[in-house]
């Protein structure tokens, strides 16, 4: 007999689960996935390279099209929206968001992958034109459409220094735009220590973003036409012809939360390994928690790279397989023009606050061996547990070539290994690669003598 | 009572090792380090960039001058050669190379870190005029000249396609020359499988170099001057007005031999993991041998990252500490032009001969998001045991900002880690930087469908 599943949410997750199901199962699974917006299977994370004008179309960015998704026997139905989730009697009800027509589709298995919203805070004038997400295809559009609107757009200000946040400020700056950014902590890009965090702004400085830090919004202005005029905040008003929030998100889980499924103290769905949330139902993506390896407790992380891994291990769990998706470890990369940062565990803070005793190590490096003419400066922090040596985390701050070495450090932290392990491992030489100590050997080396 | 450790060979391994027991012992160890040569502490790895003219000068390839130690408490003595290690008698002769005077060491502890020579087979006309190794900063310096003498060369001919020959043919290149790489085996770069090669190879050919593979030297032609004029191989006769031999080293162990210190298979040093050949003897660097461990046997690898590490093994010991040497994977790296090419562990054929049920994948992607405009192609081949899943060994060839993401493989084998573990562990993910599955972990996750 054949069973169905059906998948909430037609992006990274809900697609990923959508294929891997079907592949495995093929005729004895039919696949039905809904979405309530226009675009299935799409990179999010590409939405500032867009803008930014390196990548051409909003196409480029869809990794597979409805269609193909058809092609692929999985009865894709875009605009269709679920408004119910009723778990004791395995049905979800859909409704057509053109016409508002209401169907029931009874499941074996349900995935929620229902993503997240951005996070829009509760100030005067935030509903103001011109203010705007850049969390889906259409909210990118729509800053398209502003910036190429006729209308004299020369004041950006992107609120929230978070990654979305500088990687928004680097795109509104190959637009030609003059851009503010605002941050409400120390320092912009709170994944690095807040000294780390500096350095990313001195190099936003230099581009030419002014950066107020420290810094709260406390309202939106708007002129008479209803579009926005001016920001306001704790260090004055800035004038802003667009704004951009880059304030993170909030799990989207009404549905699953009015179905009675189980809400964490992140705010996302709390799954076991398998990503089962009860018998039949599954979650994964935007809208999950997951557990945190180096301090063994739920967070929420809303990158599309875990939403793919936890799409794929529903996918094989639905298709007949075992699967589970084994954590997280805070690894995170981001890129302002040529300078990249990069982290993976535990910051100092945070390891201080949970009671870690932690050595912790600076060393300033360059990309690959010094005497070429295109190496570039590399900072690597390391943190290692005191007497144990064990690997704790990482933050690498750097030109081209530099953050991406992030990656030896989350496979040390991930495989438990202590920095004098990684320090003496076989890592790839050759002076256009890397110094003859590779740049997180060093760093591994000086915590050694201290731990 | 203050000891005396004598350090033989003033390169990578030797100096390393001076420069570790002296900062941890202070004044109570004398250190010495004789070198034959001109130059201590020198990057041979560079000697390529430095040819092809993207490193200016000789110096820049220096790490740390004979005066730089001398301020850090080492007695470096240049021009100075070992010419006895007496073991039983704790003590070295060393002979001035320009005077011929003769002086005894006496020693408490030793290292022998006499490194390697250059391979030069015993063909008819080897000794001509203008045909030169690569392996010192004189050889280099030679070469260089050869270029600039007002002699007439055009066309370069490197002997030997493993990646010192490789890296040349790059460097005679961008000084303009007409390049011929001669190759034994059927493609160059014997890091890799057979048919990565042939990807560096094509690549080698669209750039300008003729490669002759499957094909043997049987002699040099030299002019009435005696300047090599010719090469003779057994795919004819090549015009050569220079010739680069890059047939990797032979270990330099005679003073070793002669003092009975134990030679393996491989005809370098036969340590313990600290590096230790006899109580109070040390050997490190090129001229040893080490344990590989993914086929627990004895290799010799002679890389300057490896000596490095030995160096600073032996150096911790000698003053005062305990470290260990823990063994290599096989990890390594090159450039061809914008060709980057590396490998770590087992290589298909090797995994098959040493009777290991191994099953293998190859990917093709990119280096990154491949919507952005300078995603680069990236192949990524991985090897792991049927049934267990453990990951055996990888190879990637590809654009700028592939190669060294072998790292991640090399730390996943180094800590025992399977496929499946890989392919779904914490990896930094940002579309400048990476597909939304990191390359390596497409290539890990194909063979978790076949292990």
Redesign the interface.
């Known amino acids: 007999m054949t069973r169905r599943f059906v998948v909430i949410g037609g992006d ?1 997750a809900g697609m990923t689960a959508a294929s891997q199901a079907k592949r495995m199962a093929g005729d004895a699974l039919d696949v039905v996935a809904v979405e309530r917006g226009r675009w299935a299977s799409y ?1 999010a ?2 939405i500032p ?1 867009w803008i930014g004008g ?2 051409a179309q909003v196409h ?2 869809v990794a597979r099209s409805p269609q193909q998704h058809r092609a692929n026997g999985i009865d894709v139905r875009m605009g269709a929206e679920a408004v119910e989730l009723d778990v004791p009697g395995q049905s979800v009800t859909v409704r057509d968001v053109e016409s508002g027509s209401r169907t029931t589709l009874e499941y074996d298995e349900v995935l929620v992958a229902t993503g997240a919203r951005p996070i829009r805070p509760d100030l005067p004038g935030i509903d103001g034109a011109g203010i705007l997400d850049v969390q889906t295809l259409d909210d990118g559009r729509r800053l398209l459409d502003a910036l190429a609107s006729g209308r004299r757009v020369r004041n950006a200000v992107v609120v929230g220094g978070g ?1 979305i946040g500088v ?1 928004m400020a680097e795109a509104l700056l190959r637009r030609g735009l003059r851009v503010t950014l605002v941050e409400q902590a120390e320092e912009p890009l709170a994944l690095l220590d807040t000294d780390l965090g500096r350095r990313v702004r001195d190099g936003m400085e230099k581009a030419g973003v002014t950066v107020l830090r420290a810094t709260a919004v406390t309202g939106f202005e708007a002129g008479a036409d209803g579009w926005v005029r001016a920001v306001s905040t704790t260090a004055g008003q800035v004038d802003a012809d667009v704004v951009v929030l880059g304030l993170g998100v909030q799990p989207e889980v009404a549905l699953a939360e009015a179905a009675g499924l189980p809400i964490g103290d992140n705010d996302g769905l709390r799954t076991d390994p398998r990503m089962s949330v009860a018998p039949g139902v599954w979650a994964a993506g935007d809208c999950v928690e997951v557990r945190d390896r180096v301090f063994d407790r739920w967070v929420r992380v809303a ?4 939403a ?2 936890q799409g ?1 291990v529903v996918g094989i769990n639905v298709g007949g397989g075992q699967s589970q ?11 302002f023009c040529h300078l ?1 940062a ?1 982290r ?1 565990g535990a910051m100092v803070a945070e390891a201080r606050d949970a009671g870690l005793d932690v050595v912790v190590e600076t060393i300033e490096t360059t990309t690959h ?1 010094g ?3 295109d190496a570039e400066p590399m900072t690597v922090r390391m943190l290692a547990e005191k007497g144990t040596g064990r690997l704790l985390g990482a933050q690498i701050v750097g030109g081209r ?1 530099a ?6 450090c ?3 932290l ?2 438990e ?1 202590s920095v004098a ?2 320090a ?11 110094s ?3 740049p997180v050997q060093v760093a591994a ?1 000086a915590l050694c003598a201290v731990v």
């Open positions: 990274a990179s994370c590409g390279y390196e990548v480029d960015l990654y990687e990158l599309g790279t875990h793919n891994k794929r998706f084994p954590g997280v470890i805070g690894t995170a990369i981001t890129r990249e990069a993976t061996a005497y070429l003419p070539g953050a991406k070495r992030i990656d030896v989350a496979l040390a991930w495989a290994m392990d990684l003496m491992s076989d890592l790839a030489y050759a002076p256009p690669f890397s003859v100590w590779d080396r």
